[in-house]
Structures are given as structure tokens and as C-alpha cells.
């Protein structure tokens, strides 16, 4: 069994951490506050299918406690990777591979080189580097309900495993081979088409959300916010149709699977729990995009200066 540090137990992390471990992995987990010194004193407590799940993993705020590691996988939030990259290069051993599990663009993207909002200064692809780097799109709904407590909605999780220049490389396999027996990874060619089909839903369900603090169902019930819903899954397909990426025409699908969903998205939770949300990389980034594309985002526009302006006084 593999040496697996989790960095940044939030929901995913968490979710993840317990798996792993109940799988029989060595895992350490990175993380802080009241959820670390619980998970240190009680254990991770994993809720799933109305069973409860006692699983001890290691836990610590730093990474230099635990060593070189096998795999690393990052579950922290997309502003927050370059404040840890340093951290986290003493998890790493030569070939050590660290999986990006992240909403909103991710910061390999671009293969390393700057682009605003994602490493701006590098830092992340100095620190980590684009070649250990493999991308993760993670479909499974979960909430911290309690410090040291994480609660998994449903039974449908998967887990999208690619390499950033797309194909299915050796390491690939190997990981997914690795990790499938625990979690439902899934090892894909083409990582960046999954990116956008998840992007393409945060962007809508995270703008009418946050700005409504209503659960996705309850935005659903009025026929103008789905209206907006709506247009704004296409704006965003439009974006990623700019940069080669095309979507499948599945718009009213998405919004019918919306219309039942009580689960809050991250960055409501976020602003509920009063935690900066992840505005740059699953917001700002793409509309940044549709400009050096020339993609016009009328909508976008309008709810992201909207919210904007809401988190100056948050």
C-alpha cells in the first residue's frame, strides 16, 4: 500500500483521506484549525449512505512532518496552492506524483507559464513543476458538517485522472490502478474536456447560488434564474468551444439535474462558513478567457461584477 499525503482536508480532502485509509493506505493529511486537532483527538469521521465511519489517519498543519511520500494529492483551494507550494515540495521524493484536485481552471492549465489568477509568479511551477503534476476533477458532493466530521451526498462520486498533455501515460494507469480499489477514479486522455464540463456547471450553479444563498432547487423553482442558469451554461460553452474544447449539447440535462439538487455548491459553503471562496480560478479565469478569445459574456459580466461587489463587504 502507498504513502498518500492529503493536502487540505476540507470536504474532498476529507473524503478522500477516509477512503484511502479505510483501503489501507499510510495516510497523512494537511490541515488546520478545529477539523485537524479533531481528526487528532477523534478520528475522521466519514458519513455515507446513512452508515457513520470511524477511520484514524495521521494529521498535522505541516507537511514536514511526514516525510517523502509516494503521492501527494492537493485538495486545497485554487488561491490558496501557491501559499503552500514550498510546503508541500518536502512531500516529494524524485518521482513522487501530486494530483490537483481543484474546481475552476487549474493552475496547469496553461503548462506552467503565467496566466492571471491561476500561478501568476510561478510559484507552483517552481515549487512542484508541471511534470509531477496530474489533474483531478473530482464529482462528489460532500460537506464538513462538524470539525473532524465529513458527510458524502449520494453514491454517484467519480474522480476524472489525467495527465495535463492529455493521453494515457504509464503513470497514468499505474495511479488509477492504485487508487480505483478506494475511490472511483476514473483515468481519461483528455483531462481538459473534463475541467470545462465541470466549469461550465460551477459558473452558473456558483454565481445564482451565492448571489441568492439559495440551494440550487430553490434558485430552479424561478423560471428567470433558470433562465439565467441557462444562458450562462452556454456562454461558458461558448469559452471553451474558443479554446478547443467541445462541450456536449446537454444544457437541458444539466438543468434538470439542478432543479433536484439540495446540495449546496463549494462556494456557498464557502460564504456561509465565512471562507474566502474561490472566485479567481472558477470565476474570474474564465472570464478572462473569453476576452483574449473575443467571446462575448453578457451575462457573466453582469453577476460577476455583481458578486464582486458583494465580497468587498464580506
Given at each position: 500500500m502507498a504513502r498518500i499525503a492529503i493536502y487540505g482536508a476540507g470536504a474532498v480532502g476529507s473524503v478522500m483521506a477516509a477512503k484511502l485509509a479505510r483501503a489501507g493506505h499510510q495516510v497523512s493529511v494537511i490541515a488546520r484549525g478545529a477539523h485537524l486537532e479533531a481528526m487528532r483527538r477523534n478520528g475522521l469521521e466519514y458519513i455515507a449512505d446513512n452508515t457513520s465511519d470511524n477511520v484514524r489517519v495521521t494529521a498535522s498543519e505541516y507537511a514536514k512532518d511526514f516525510g517523502v511520500q509516494d503521492v501527494v494529492i492537493c485538495t486545497l483551494k485554487s488561491h490558496a496552492i501557491a501559499g503552500a507550494a514550498q510546503a508541500m515540495s518536502l512531500l516529494l521524493g524524485p518521482d513522487t506524483p501530486v494530483i490537483f484536485a481543484q474546481n475552476g481552471l487549474p493552475w496547469w492549465y496553461f503548462k506552467g507559464q503565467n496566466a492571471p489568477g491561476l500561478d501568476t509568479h510561478g510559484v507552483i511551477a517552481r515549487h512542484?513543476?508541471?511534470?509531477?503534476?496530474?489533474?483531478?476533477?473530482?464529482?462528489?458532493?460532500?460537506?464538513?458538517?462538524?470539525?473532524?466530521?465529513?458527510?458524502?451526498?449520494?453514491?454517484?462520486?467519480?474522480?476524472?485522472?489525467?495527465?495535463?498533455?492529455?493521453?494515457?501515460?504509464?503513470?497514468?494507469?499505474?495511479?488509477?490502478?492504485?487508487?480505483?480499489?478506494?475511490?472511483?477514479?476514473?483515468?481519461?486522455?483528455?483531462?481538459?474536456?473534463?475541467?470545462?464540463?465541470?466549469?461550465?456547471?460551477?459558473?452558473?450553479?456558483?454565481?445564482?447560488?451565492?448571489?441568492?444563498?439559495?440551494?440550487?432547487?430553490?434558485?430552479?423553482?424561478?423560471?428567470?434564474?433558470?433562465?439565467?442558469?441557462?444562458?450562462?451554461?452556454?456562454?461558458?460553452?461558448?469559452?471553451?468551444?474558443?479554446?478547443?474544447?467541445?462541450?456536449?449539447?446537454?444544457?437541458?440535462?444539466?438543468?434538470?439535474?439542478?432543479?433536484?439538487?439540495?446540495?449546496?455548491?463549494?462556494?456557498?459553503?464557502?460564504?456561509?462558513?465565512?471562507?474566502?471562496?474561490?472566485?479567481?480560478?472558477?470565476?474570474?479565469?474564465?472570464?478572462?478567457?473569453?476576452?483574449?478569445?473575443?467571446?462575448?459574456?453578457?451575462?457573466?459580466?453582469?453577476?460577476?461584477?455583481?458578486?464582486?461587489?458583494?465580497?468587498?463587504?464580506?
Amino acid at each position: 500500500m502507498a504513502r498518500i499525503a492529503i493536502y487540505g482536508a476540507g470536504a474532498v480532502g476529507s473524503v478522500m483521506a477516509a477512503k484511502l485509509a479505510r483501503a489501507g493506505h499510510q495516510v497523512s493529511v494537511i490541515a488546520r484549525g478545529a477539523h485537524l486537532e479533531a481528526m487528532r483527538r477523534n478520528g475522521l469521521e466519514y458519513i455515507a449512505d446513512n452508515t457513520s465511519d470511524n477511520v484514524r489517519v495521521t494529521a498535522s498543519e505541516y507537511a514536514k512532518d511526514f516525510g517523502v511520500q509516494d503521492v501527494v494529492i492537493c485538495t486545497l483551494k485554487s488561491h490558496a496552492i501557491a501559499g503552500a507550494a514550498q510546503a508541500m515540495s518536502l512531500l516529494l521524493g524524485p518521482d513522487t506524483p501530486v494530483i490537483f484536485a481543484q474546481n475552476g481552471l487549474p493552475w496547469w492549465y496553461f503548462k506552467g507559464q503565467n496566466a492571471p489568477g491561476l500561478d501568476t509568479h510561478g510559484v507552483i511551477a517552481r515549487h512542484i513543476g508541471v511534470r509531477r503534476t496530474l489533474g483531478c476533477i473530482i464529482h462528489c458532493p460532500s460537506q464538513v458538517i462538524a470539525p473532524g466530521v465529513v458527510k458524502q451526498e449520494g453514491n454517484s462520486a467519480r474522480y476524472y485522472l489525467g495527465e495535463p498533455e492529455g493521453g494515457f501515460s504509464e503513470r497514468l494507469l499505474r495511479l488509477e490502478q492504485s487508487l480505483a480499489p478506494a475511490l472511483p477514479v476514473i483515468a481519461v486522455a483528455d483531462i481538459r474536456y473534463e475541467v470545462w464540463r465541470k466549469l461550465r456547471i460551477n459558473v452558473a450553479s456558483s454565481l445564482l447560488t451565492t448571489l441568492t444563498m439559495s440551494l440550487p432547487a430553490d434558485v430552479m423553482k424561478s423560471a428567470t434564474l433558470r433562465q439565467l442558469f441557462r444562458q450562462l451554461l452556454m456562454e461558458t460553452g461558448m469559452i471553451a468551444a474558443a479554446h478547443n474544447v467541445t462541450l456536449p449539447e446537454d444544457v437541458s440535462d444539466i438543468i434538470q439535474s439542478f432543479s433536484h439538487s439540495r446540495h449546496a455548491p463549494s462556494m456557498l459553503q464557502d460564504l456561509l462558513t465565512g471562507r474566502t471562496p474561490e472566485v479567481e480560478g472558477q470565476l474570474i479565469a474564465v472570464q478572462q478567457l473569453a476576452r483574449v478569445t473575443e467571446v462575448a459574456t453578457p451575462m457573466l459580466d453582469i453577476l460577476l461584477a455583481l458578486l464582486l461587489q458583494r465580497l468587498e463587504s464580506f
